[in-house]
């Protein structure tokens, strides 16, 4: 395939041209706006981000449309194709549905979860490969051989596991499973993978792998969340089961329903999120940019002024934005789990996951705002580096903290003094509160995640020290220090320049929940840290 990133957008392309008639050109790979005809008019919107690159960097489109039986409610569909190696792409695909503001009517039924043409596609075409993690998507069922048990068991423990895995075993008189494995695959293409039992001799075969509070045994099914641990019988609990009396009480269809509307409404269910969802997260990231442009300047004109507030204008929509959707969020769940009739222990599980995920958006949404309060109130550049770096950790949306040693160190450092110090500082913190902090969250290779972060921001990451610093238990001591009340290793780094005053080295240690990563810990921030090279020199 010579260009591949065309393709890919293509298919997409195709897609759309498939509902609305239109070839679409002219706009949609490079950015713009269509408007379909009267008296129902859809639209198609695509945004770029480029930098510079043969192929976009990010690239996005919102296709608008009404719904084809009820007319008041309208749909949207983000998709967003993100580079994230060679002739390797992230896709997001985001289905939204909403009614007019001015319907007046009584309340149409919610409709049922459902996957976008589109996905199948794309799992069921021979040109690409479709992964999350350590799994392999399709849009049918694999199937779990006798004599790969010990294979399937290592699969569920993979930490490079990031979506969740259907398993369906066999009812043992009819030798097939209770629930239509091509539907449910169908449905949960590109969330999940249903694997379903060769034959109920696969039952045998998982007792010497799977514990017993963890199999899924005679006609059963069950939800393996990533993440799972074996040696936790606490955690089974988490990963769903459903039992063949309540598949033959609820139906066939039911079940299904309940699998497939937990796994696509929930993050819980997930280990991987893109930072690039639509166009409006595209627009985020070129405002932000220009930002960093116009800051790194120093004496700005009054075009660039002027610039410069309407784009803080924008973020403080963006963020009015942002907040309304948390607040609709947070109600929907409220409302699905006033509706649900699960079982106690779902029940349970699903308040603990909405009560976290709630905590969270509130937590993100008050940072986000504390953050556009600390630029809307700034009356003039600081003037100091130390000040500097305070704002950048108030900028950073809670991505960012200081430690008091990072702060002392930065104060009485050379690096300091340097002419360029200001601008320095500020951009290595804020890349590293935007660039490495989206990728960290992507779980790429630690030298991926380096090599990535160096052509993007011109700043070296280095994750460790060379073999004979590691064996100085002196020198390694300078890399470890207590914050919080846990001791932390902060050997990783960021570098810029290797001859003071012109040099700049930012240490610091990924605080991680449940293995996401929340926020990057400072803790050096100043001249070179003690090496085996440098104490020779002494």
């Known amino acids: 395939m010579e260009d591949p990133w065309a393709a890919l957008v293509g298919e997409v392309r195709a897609w759309i041209n498939r509902k609305e008639k239109d070839p679409l050109k002219g706009f949609f790979f490079t950015g713009g706006t269509w408007s379909g005809p009267p008296p129902a008019p859809s639209r198609v919107e695509t945004r770029t981000l480029s930098n510079g690159r043969p192929t976009p960097e990010l690239w996005a489109v919102r296709y608008d449309h009404f719904d084809s039986e009820i007319k008041a409610r309208r749909w949207t569909t983000n998709v967003s194709v993100t580079e994230v190696g060679t002739r390797e792409w992230r896709i997001s695909v985001q289905l939204l549905h909403w009614l007019r503001p001015d319907y007046l009517g009584p309340e149409p039924p919610t409709p049922q979860p459902s996957k976008p043409r589109l996905v199948i596609s794309l799992l069921d075409s021979k040109n690409w490969i479709g992964r999350i993690g350590s799994v392999r998507l399709k849009a049918r069922p694999l199937t779990m051989k006798v004599g790969k048990g010990r294979d399937f068991a290592e699969l569920l423990r993979d930490a490079q596991r990031l979506v969740p895995i259907v398993l369906m075993s066999c009812d043992r008189k009819s030798g097939v499973p209770k629930l239509d494995s091509v539907s449910l695959s169908r449905a949960l293409a590109g969330t999940a993978a249903v694997y379903v039992c060769e034959s109920p001799e696969c039952d045998d075969e998982l007792e010497h792998f799977v514990p017993m509070r963890f199999r899924s045994r005679n006609g059963t099914v069950r939800i393996y969340a990533p993440g799972l641990t074996f040696n936790k019988d606490w955690t089974a609990e988490r990963h769903r089961f459903f039992a063949r009396d309540e598949i033959d009480r609820q139906g066939e269809e039911e079940i299904i329903g309940h699998i497939v509307r937990a796994l696509t409404r929930s993050d819980a269910w997930r280990g991987l999120q893109s930072s690039v969802v639509s166009i409006d997260d595209i627009d985020a990231r070129i405002r932000e940019r220009r930002l960093t442009e116009l800051r790194a300047v120093g004496t700005l004109k009054l075009v660039e ?82 000040d500097v770096a305070a704002l950048a950790v108030e900028v950073s949306s809670g991505r960012l903290t200081f430690s008091p040693e990072a702060e002392r160190a930065l104060e009485k450092s050379d690096f300091a003094t340097c002419q360029d110090a200001l601008d320095v500082i500020w951009r290595c913190l804020r890349a590293m509160a935007t660039d490495l902090y989206d990728l960290l969250m992507q779980d790429l290779p630690a030298q991926q995640v380096a090599d990535m972060f160096g052509s993007r921001t011109k700043f070296e990451l280095t994750w460790t020290e060379t073999k004979q610093t590691k064996r100085d238990n002196k020198l390694m001591a300078k890399r470890r220090l207590v914050y919080e009340g846990r001791e932390i290793d902060i050997t990783p780094h960021v570098k810029w320049g290797n001859t003071a005053p012109q040099l700049l080295r930012v240490h610091f240690w990924v605080d991680r929940v449940d293995g996401t990563p929340k926020r990057i810990v400072i803790g050096h921030c100043g001249d070179h840290l003690d090496t085996y090279r440098t104490k020779r020199r002494q």
Do not use: I
């Open 305 to 386: 002024k002027d610039e410069m507030l309407n784009l803080y204008e924008a973020d403080s929509l963006r963020l009015d934005g942002d907040n309304k959707r948390l607040k609709d969020e947070l109600e929907a769940v409220k409302d699905r789990s006033t509706l649900a009739e699960e079982t106690v222990t779902r029940l349970d599980y699903e308040l603990e996951q909405s009560r976290r995920l709630a905590t969270e958006a509130r937590a993100q949404a008050l940072a986000e705002g504390n953050a556009l309060q600390a630029v809307l109130a700034l009356t003039a550049w600081p003037e100091k580096p130390r």
